[in-house]
Protein backbone atom coordinates (compact mmCIF):
# COMPACT_ATOMS: atom_id res chain seq x y z
CA UNK A 1 0.00 0.00 0.00
CA UNK A 2 1.17 3.10 -0.95
CA UNK A 3 2.22 5.59 2.11
CA UNK A 4 2.18 8.29 0.37
CA UNK A 5 -1.54 9.26 -0.89
CA UNK A 6 -0.76 12.61 -3.27
CA UNK A 7 -1.28 11.86 -6.51
CA UNK A 8 2.05 10.74 -8.47
CA UNK A 9 3.42 13.01 -11.23
CA UNK A 10 5.63 9.76 -12.73
CA UNK A 11 6.27 6.82 -12.43
CA UNK A 12 9.94 6.76 -10.34
CA UNK A 13 7.39 8.96 -8.11
CA UNK A 14 4.79 6.46 -8.18
CA UNK A 15 7.31 3.39 -7.11
CA UNK A 16 9.05 5.26 -4.48
CA UNK A 17 5.50 5.81 -2.83
CA UNK A 18 6.09 1.83 -1.44
CA UNK A 19 8.03 0.29 0.78
CA UNK A 20 11.54 -1.73 -0.65
CA UNK A 21 9.95 -5.17 -0.88
CA UNK A 22 7.67 -3.69 -3.58
CA UNK A 23 9.47 -1.07 -5.27
CA UNK A 24 11.39 -3.64 -6.51
CA UNK A 25 8.60 -5.83 -8.09
CA UNK A 26 6.97 -2.37 -9.41
CA UNK A 27 10.48 -1.95 -10.90
CA UNK A 28 10.90 -5.45 -12.58
CA UNK A 29 6.99 -5.31 -14.12
CA UNK A 30 8.48 -1.95 -15.48
CA UNK A 31 11.57 -2.90 -16.93
CA UNK A 32 9.62 -6.06 -18.14
CA UNK A 33 7.53 -3.42 -19.99
CA UNK A 34 10.33 -1.64 -21.02
CA UNK A 35 11.94 -4.14 -22.50
CA UNK A 36 9.01 -5.80 -24.44
CA UNK A 37 7.73 -2.23 -25.51
CA UNK A 38 10.88 0.06 -25.99
CA UNK A 39 8.89 2.87 -27.98
CA UNK A 40 6.33 2.86 -25.43
CA UNK A 41 6.10 6.52 -23.26
CA UNK A 42 5.99 6.19 -19.63
CA UNK A 43 3.21 8.28 -18.21
CA UNK A 44 0.60 8.21 -15.07
CA UNK A 45 -3.47 7.83 -16.02
CA UNK A 46 -6.11 7.36 -13.50
CA UNK A 47 -3.44 7.84 -10.48
CA UNK A 48 -1.42 4.11 -12.07
CA UNK A 49 1.98 3.59 -14.23
CA UNK A 50 1.03 3.49 -17.64
CA UNK A 51 2.47 2.69 -20.64
CA UNK A 52 1.27 4.13 -24.06
CA UNK A 53 2.18 3.41 -28.06
CA UNK A 54 -0.83 5.01 -30.40
CA UNK A 55 -3.13 4.98 -27.17
CA UNK A 56 -2.97 2.84 -23.95
CA UNK A 57 -1.01 -0.20 -24.14
CA UNK A 58 -0.90 -1.25 -20.40
CA UNK A 59 -1.49 -0.05 -16.82
CA UNK A 60 -0.32 -1.63 -13.40
CA UNK A 61 -0.74 -0.83 -9.37
CA UNK A 62 0.49 -2.02 -6.08
CA UNK A 63 -2.48 -2.64 -3.77
CA UNK A 64 -2.16 -4.06 -0.46
CA UNK A 65 -1.93 -7.71 -0.91
CA UNK A 66 -1.40 -8.00 -5.26
CA UNK A 67 -0.30 -5.98 -7.86
CA UNK A 68 -3.28 -5.19 -10.22
CA UNK A 69 -2.00 -5.43 -14.16
CA UNK A 70 -4.50 -3.95 -16.98
CA UNK A 71 -3.79 -4.80 -20.53
CA UNK A 72 -7.50 -4.21 -21.53
CA UNK A 73 -9.88 -6.76 -22.17
CA UNK A 74 -7.86 -8.51 -25.83
CA UNK A 75 -4.95 -8.74 -23.59
CA UNK A 76 -7.09 -10.50 -21.17
CA UNK A 77 -8.98 -12.63 -23.67
CA UNK A 78 -5.64 -13.47 -25.45
CA UNK A 79 -4.32 -15.35 -22.76
CA UNK A 80 -7.18 -16.27 -20.95
CA UNK A 81 -5.33 -19.81 -20.31
CA UNK A 82 -2.25 -18.66 -18.98
CA UNK A 83 -4.05 -16.06 -16.94
CA UNK A 84 -6.86 -18.33 -15.57
CA UNK A 85 -4.18 -19.32 -12.47
CA UNK A 86 -5.03 -15.45 -11.45
CA UNK A 87 -7.99 -14.00 -9.99
CA UNK A 88 -9.05 -11.63 -13.08
CA UNK A 89 -12.08 -8.90 -14.76
CA UNK A 90 -12.26 -8.25 -18.22
CA UNK A 91 -9.64 -5.94 -18.37
CA UNK A 92 -7.46 -6.96 -15.50
CA UNK A 93 -5.00 -9.95 -13.32
CA UNK A 94 -4.50 -9.51 -9.58
CA UNK A 95 -0.74 -10.98 -9.10
CA UNK A 96 -0.23 -12.17 -5.73
CA UNK A 97 2.44 -10.11 -3.91
CA UNK A 98 3.00 -13.46 -2.07
CA UNK A 99 4.04 -15.48 -5.25
CA UNK A 100 6.65 -14.39 -7.77
CA UNK A 101 5.53 -12.16 -10.72
CA UNK A 102 5.04 -13.98 -14.10
CA UNK A 103 7.29 -11.34 -16.26
CA UNK A 104 7.63 -13.34 -18.88
CA UNK A 105 3.83 -13.71 -19.23
CA UNK A 106 3.40 -9.69 -18.90
CA UNK A 107 6.31 -9.38 -21.77
CA UNK A 108 4.23 -11.26 -23.98
CA UNK A 109 1.20 -9.77 -23.24
CA UNK A 110 2.59 -6.27 -23.57
CA UNK A 111 3.89 -7.36 -26.94
CA UNK A 112 0.53 -8.56 -28.16
CA UNK A 113 -0.76 -5.58 -27.29
CA UNK A 114 1.72 -3.42 -29.14
CA UNK A 115 1.30 -5.14 -32.14
CA UNK A 116 -2.87 -4.75 -31.41
CA UNK A 117 -2.08 -0.53 -31.22
CA UNK A 118 0.02 -0.21 -34.57
CA UNK A 119 -2.58 -2.64 -35.90
CA UNK A 120 -5.51 -0.45 -35.08
CA UNK A 121 -3.23 2.60 -35.94
CA UNK A 122 -1.78 1.56 -39.46
CA UNK A 123 -5.68 0.55 -40.26
CA UNK A 124 -6.75 3.65 -39.34
CA UNK A 125 -3.96 5.29 -42.00
CA UNK A 126 -4.76 2.91 -44.42
CA UNK A 127 -8.06 4.06 -44.21
CA UNK A 128 -7.35 7.89 -44.60
Known amino acids: ?23 EILEKIRVTIRKAAPDAEETIKYQMPTFTLNGNLVHFAAFKKHIGFYPAP ?16 KGSVRFP ?16 RV ?8 AKGKKR
Open 1 to 23: MRTNQTAPNDIDEYIAGFQKDVQ
Open 74 to 89: SGIRKFKNELSVYESA
Open 97 to 112: LDKPVPLGLISKIVRF
Open 115 to 122: EENLGRAD
